[in-house]
T-cell receptor, first 114, second 111 residues
Framework: KAGVTQTPRYLIKTRGQQVTLSCSPI?????VSWYQQTPGQGLQFLFE???????NKGNFPGRFSGRQFSNSRSEMNVSTLELGDSALYLC?????????????FGPGTRLTVT | GESVGLHLPTLSVQEGDNSIINCAYS??????FIWYKQESGKGPQFIID?????DKRQGQRVTVLLNKTVKHLSLQIAATQPGDSAVYFC??????????FGAGTTVTVRA
């Protein structure tokens, strides 16, 4: 079974621009979560989607948004990019609720804001 | 802020020795405590979990210990191998798909 895939793997953007990152979960996984990883703050939860609905959200500004499609694929968008948004953005998928903590991560998208 | 944290940012271990990675947590309401491993250029990989009502759980070459009295979690890796070199994160969750991660311990295996 193919793992979680994320595109693009690397991205360079300028301050003020917006960016859209894509994630395809493992086949059959309906929950998709997004995390931001930085050297200073570590791994931080952004949001989680299930059946096209956002069920949980972390403490990030409204510039960070996401959505999930009917095939469980997910996108996250960051508008008005700031230098501090430079990070590795990780997507993870999981199956049943009783194994919600067993998440399968993709390789991430490395975003650099200049 | 974060609800879990690690005692040491780095750990150097001789190949073949046992490794112990420690983590302190503050959220007593967590349902599960989990260990993830992240190799360079990859996303975190699930290693093992322990439910909050357990004290010990064993996997293949790994053992997780949970001490709720002092809010301490540890991961023991037996016979450490070069492939065990990675960053190890402890995490906790209250069964709502949101993982709260600690800062990570970088394990380096010496040949």
């Amino acid at each position: 079974k193919a793992g979680v895939t994320q595109t693009p793997r690397y991205l360079i953007k300028t301050r003020g621009q917006q960016v859209t990152l894509s994630c395809s979960p493992i086949s059959g996984h309906r929950s998709v979560s997004w995390y931001q990883q930085t050297p200073g703050q570590g791994l931080q939860f952004l949001f989680e989607y299930f059946s096209e609905t956002q069920r949980n959200k972390g403490n990030f500004p409204g510039r960070f948004s996401g959505r999930q499609f009917s095939n469980s694929r997910s996108e996250m968008n960051v508008s008005t990019l700031e230098l501090g948004d430079s990070a590795l953005y990780l997507c993870a998928s999981s199956t049943t609720r009783d194994r919600a903590h067993e998440q399968y991560f993709g390789p991430g998208t490395r975003l650099t804001v200049t | 802020g974060e609800s879990v944290g690690l005692h040491l940012p780095t750990l150097s271990v001789q190949e073949g020795d046992n490794s112990i990675i420690n983590c302190a947590y503050s959220n007593s309401a967590s349902d599960y405590f989990i260990w993830y491993k992240q190799e360079s250029g990859k996303g975190p990989q699930f290693i093992i979990d322990i439910r909050s009502n357990m004290d010990k759980r064993q996997g293949q070459r790994v053992t997780v210990l949970l001490n709720k009295t002092v809010k301490h979690l540890s991961l023991q890796i037996a016979a450490t191998q070069p492939g065990d070199s990675a960053v190890y994160f402890c995490a906790e969750t209250r069964d709502d798909y949101k993982l709260s991660f600690g800062a990570g311990t970088t394990v380096t295996v010496r040949a």
